[in-house]
Nanobody, 124 residues
Framework: QVQLVESGGGLVQAGGSLRLSCAAS????????MGWFRQAPGKEREFVAA????????FYADFVKGRFTISRDNAKSTVYLQMNSLTPEDTAAYYC?????????????????WGQGTQVTVSS
């Protein structure tokens, strides 16, 4: 079993930045690919970014390319999502997830473990 706990969400003005963290506990996740997803009120959960087990491979949704950066520190069992140039459209609950696949994937069905989420609110 893997427990994932997100942190770092909050209220920020448009154009601002936030850094989300996802701390994993339980079994080691150093061999797992990790991903970030988000869900806004009234909308379905959508893929944001994913990173391979080594950190060498990353994928991003088109709407965050150039603004968000996913990274990981396997020694700390933590995955990060640096979010810059935030807009009100980025307002959502952000979830991290782990998959035993070593290659990053955008498919939420491939992820076995999910965190509780952290709220990001961007004001205009």
């Amino acid at each position: 079993q893997v427990q994932l706990v997100e942190s770092g969400g909050g209220l920020v003005q448009a154009g601002g930045s936030l850094r989300l963290s996802c701390a994993a506990s339980g079994r080691a996740v150093s061999g797992d690919a990790m991903g970030w997803f988000r869900q806004a009120p009234g909308k379905e959960r959508e893929f944001v970014a994913a990173i391979s087990w080594s950190g060498a491979g990353t994928f991003y949704a088109d709407f965050v390319k150039g603004r968000f950066t996913i990274s990981r520190d396997n020694a700390k069992s933590t995955v990060y999502l640096q979010m810059n140039s935030l807009t009100p459209e980025d307002t959502a609950a952000y979830y991290c997830a782990a998959t035993p696949d070593t290659i990053a994937t955008i498919d939420p069905v491939r992820y076995d473990f999910w965190g509780q989420g952290t709220q990001v609110t961007v004001s205009s």
